[in-house]
């Protein structure tokens, strides 16, 4: 087996069967902050002995293992074709082990051939850079917390939400309060203002590739992603939407520039079983250190 | 009083059985599922049939179930699980957690009057059909977990059968499952009281204040 092929299958592996530690800190914070006694509570605890076991049987923490999405920053003579077969191998083999479930169907037929390969699955993104190092990254996106996503254009007159920060403010939380517990709450935000309907999207999931505890460098979004928390939180929907005072654990917004006609908001939502880990290689391809 | 305090207050006035513990044990009478209300933890023993998007869908339109799946006083748990065979050739549930409920609103309320289910597993809850349905049939919604795939797997003891495998898929099959002391919270009675509408309500009226 191939180096690469076995770092990749490894990176599957700890992608489905542990939580990152940034994400983790912040679930045993919301754990200790329910009022003791309550389902929001005991929900929480399932929650922490859930992520306890599949760590310790290698197994993954939720059986929706989701979209299985690579993003890869790699040297300008890295050879992509040849990653991709091998990511396609190493998901293939990974779902043979069980470290993903059966979980890619034909849209028209109905069949799920029980490889997890098809037209975008996996997806995999690329980014050249100048530097020799390669670093993959993986986030593995259940659907349950897809559904919930939203994208909105504004005006929005319903909302009252106009093209200005504050109309923004206003989708982004009508979106939490839309996905109340259906999304697996206490879940993280990845918000993107702009862009079109395809990247609007695709820039809102690269938000969960931020540490969770890190703060956006622009002070205008960085006070928006502080607002929505807070209020978010202020709703009392509640881990699983059962009441309770974490809603959302983070939240990231970016900004990606329009055309003029459109003013696009772009919510993805990510579940508390939140599945995103990375890994350099080393120049023989094997795994010189975890990112996250 | 500060808004969160007055929520956790408020389900607290609501439904004072909150977070009472309760064995649900096979078998599942009418008499034990109108005994449950909103807020009431379950620990559930006994047999479940995993259920979702296609099966929902081939039921509505008609669909007959294998002559040895009887759902009358049953358990259907909206599931898709991680299974792997084992060296003897035995089916094993390696994860099990809930898939989202809403997707089967437009079909619910139908498979529990025509299948008389007596208990409904999900997550996210359902909306006014089946919580109609759950009233007039004597049946429940419990609210397992999201994502606790393992604490759930842990609860299933055995995998008794598999049909629709070669139809729908490994995810989409029913699944017949033995559990012991699986948890789950009773978001939606058999007395019309729904949690999850009591949330939205109160959640929207918070947000309003917050514009």
Redesign the interface.
């Known amino acids: 087996m191939s180096a690469l092929l076995e770092s990749l299958i490894e990176l599957i592996r700890r992608s489905s069967a542990e939580i990152p530690d940034d994400v983790n800190e912040a679930l045993v914070r919301s754990l200790e902050s329910e009022k003791k006694g309550t389902i929001a509570e005991s929900a929480m605890r399932i929650i922490e002995r859930n992520i306890e076991l599949a760590k310790r049987k290698s197994q993954p923490i939720c059986q929706d293992t989701g979209s299985v999405i690579f993003y890869v920053t790699c040297p300008v003579d890295y050879d992509q074709l040849t990653f991709e077969e091998i990511t396609r191998e190493a998901v293939k083999e990974a779902t043979r082990k069980g470290f993903l479930r059966q979980n890619s169907v034909d849209s028209i037929t109905g069949k799920n051939d029980g490889t997890n390969l098809g037209l975008g699955s996996p997806t995999v993104h690329f980014h050249q850079h100048r530097s020799g190092e390669t670093e993959v990254r993986l986030v593995l996106k259940g659907g349950g917390c897809e559904n919930v996503g939203a994208q909105y254009s504004l005006p929005h007159e319903k909302l009252h939400a106009n093209r200005d920060l504050d109309g923004c403010r206003r989708v982004i939380l009508d979106a939490v309060l839309q996905a109340q517990g259906r999304g697996c709450g206490p879940g993280v935000l990845g918000v993107c203002i702009g862009g079109d309907r395809a990247t609007g999207f695709e820039f809102s999931k690269q938000q969960f590739l931020r540490m969770l505890g890190d703060r956006n460098p622009d002070p205008t979004l960085d006070a928006l992603e502080q607002d929505i928390l807070k209020t978010a939180n202020e709703l009392g929907i509640g881990p699983m939407g059962f009441g309770g005072r974490t809603t959302l654990l983070g939240v990231k917004i970016c900004a990606a520039n329009r055309v003029p006609a459109s003013y696009f908001v772009s919510v993805s939502y990510m579940c508390w079983a939140f599945r995103r880990q990375g890994i350099q290689l080393d120049a023989a391809s094997r795994i010189a250190r975890w990112l996250y | 009083m500060p808004?969160?305090e007055s929520?956790?207050g408020f389900?607290e006035f609501r439904f004072p059985a909150?977070?009472a513990m309760h064995p649900l044990v096979a078998p599942f009478t009418a008499a034990k599922i109108r005994a449950l209300n909103v807020?009431d933890?379950v620990f559930l023993t006994g047999t479940v049939f995993t259920g979702r998007d296609?099966v929902h869908k081939y039921l509505h339109e008609g669909g007959k179930l294998p002559p040895d799946i009887n759902l009358r006083d049953g358990i259907l748990y909206h599931?898709?699980?991680?299974t792997?065979k084992d060296e003897h050739g035995h089916w094993k549930v390696?994860?099990?957690?809930p898939?989202?409920s809403?997707?089967e609103e437009p079909y619910q309320a139908q498979i529990i009057g025509d299948f008389g289910v007596r208990a409904v597993i999900g997550?996210?809850?359902m909306g006014e059909r089946t919580l109609a349905a759950c009233k007039e049939y004597g049946c429940v919604y419990l609210?397992a977990?999201?994502?606790?795939?393992?604490?759930l797997?842990?609860c299933v003891k055995r995998v008794r059968s598999v049909h629709f495998m070669e139809e729908?898929?490994?995810?989409?099959a029913i699944w017949e499952l033995e559990v012991e002391a699986f948890?789950a919270?009773v978001?939606m009675d058999s007395h019309g009281n729904s949690?999850?509408r009591?949330?939205?309500a109160?959640?929207?009226a918070?947000?309003a204040r917050?514009?």
Do not use: M, N, W
């Open positions: 808004p969160l929520l956790v389900i909150f977070l807020g933890e296609a599931c898709g699980p991680v792997l390696t994860a099990a957690g898939t989202t809403s997707r997550k996210g809850g609210h977990i999201g994502g606790a795939a393992q604490v797997a842990e729908f898929g490994a995810p989409e948890p919270v978001t949690l999850h009591d949330v939205l109160h959640s929207q918070e947000l917050r514009l």
